[in-house]
């Protein structure tokens, strides 16, 4: 039998699916290994009795040394079971990244390739005039750089993840107007509300204190948040964002009246590539990397994020960071 088709026949038995999952061969399962070490730990307790029972006859000695035998070897199992566990979910991860930058990357590509080949076409004639003929080319421009900064925008957050997971990322913290911030934000975000009929408001007063972070760090964890809000709304909608003094930090809230997140999938928010079922039949553009990056840039800054959220309701993202002194 094939790798392929054992792993194939234990999912079908619906056992160690994390091989199907996570592309194994049965050997390197976690589930497996646990099995065997497990089966090697029960030999190793009837080992020790038997031998124990030869040097002595006493039962509370010969149970005292079967237990720390069988403690050393559960430690042993546990540790080298974590091991596999994680290589597991490492070769999950490479899969999905894979996938996901190799989409994220032909989508973009692929729209650049189709319009530099019509505007190669030149020696088609254009029945309708040269004016209309330079707004077509003005379109089709346009078009190449917004995939040329869908892929710079994919890059850069492939490149923010890898020096997260590296503990090098880089902030630069300083005394910021976060009123004007969201503001700003709010202004470039205005065109794509209007076109999606969604609303944005600000609640917050404009002597707001100042903040201490990095300026550019915190723009985008914003504008990744009121992104999400606005794609996430089917039809007409609302995007609320307010921000309060609070104690020793300001607290920022977006909230949205979107898809919500289901309750079963809320604990995988913060996590890499992540994006939940009912997202992902609304909105196929993403990579399941912002939501990552931000909570490493509001924690890294010595802040706290999270969220509520309840599915076809509405979803509220929460962030403090501490204030300027």
Not at 75 to 104: C, P, R
Not at 208 to 225: F, G, M
């Amino acid at each position: 039998m094939t790798p392929t088709e054992s792993k194939g026949l234990f999912a079908k038995l619906n056992l160690f699916r994390e091989c199907a999952e996570y592309n194994l061969g049965i050997w390197e399962c976690p589930s497996f290994i646990f099995l065997i070490l497990g089966a090697v730990n029960v030999l190793a307790m009837i080992s020790t009795y038997f031998i124990a029972n030869r040097f002595t006859e006493e039962p509370e000695f010969v149970a005292l040394i079967v237990i720390i035998v069988t403690a050393i070897f559960f430690i042993i199992s546990h540790t080298v079971t974590q091991g596999f566990d994680k290589l597991a979910q490492a070769n999950k991860m490479k899969t999905e990244f894979v996938s996901i930058a190799s989409h994220q990357l032909r989508t973009p590509l692929s729209a650049m390739r189709w319009t530099l080949n019509l505007l190669n076409e030149k020696h088609q004639t254009d029945t309708q005039g040269q004016q209309n003929q330079e707004q077509t080319n003005a379109n089709y421009i346009s078009l190449i750089k917004e995939s040329n900064e869908r892929m710079i925008e994919l890059v850069n957050d492939l490149l923010d993840v890898s020096r997260i997971e590296m503990g090098r990322i880089i902030l630069n913290p300083q005394q910021i107007n976060l009123y004007i911030l969201i503001q700003k934000i709010i202004e470039n975000f205005s065109p794509l509300a209007q076109a999606s009929n969604v609303e944005i408001t600000l609640e917050a007063p404009e002597t707001l204190p100042n903040i201490y972070a990095d300026a550019e760090k915190v723009s985008l964890v914003i504008q990744n948040l009121i992104d999400n809000a606005i794609k996430y709304i089917k039809g007409r909608g609302a995007v609320k964002i307010s921000a309060q003094a609070n104690g020793g930090s300001v607290k920022v809230s977006v909230k949205d009246t979107g898809v919500g997140i289901p309750k079963i999938q809320q604990k995988h928010i913060f996590q890499k590539f992540f994006r939940s079922d009912n997202i992902m039949k609304h909105q196929t553009i993403g990579t399941g990397l912002g939501l990552f990056i931000a909570k490493a840039v509001i924690e890294d800054s010595g802040g706290k994020i999270w969220f509520e959220s309840e599915e076809n309701k509405g979803t509220t993202f929460y962030f403090t960071l501490p204030i300027y002194k």
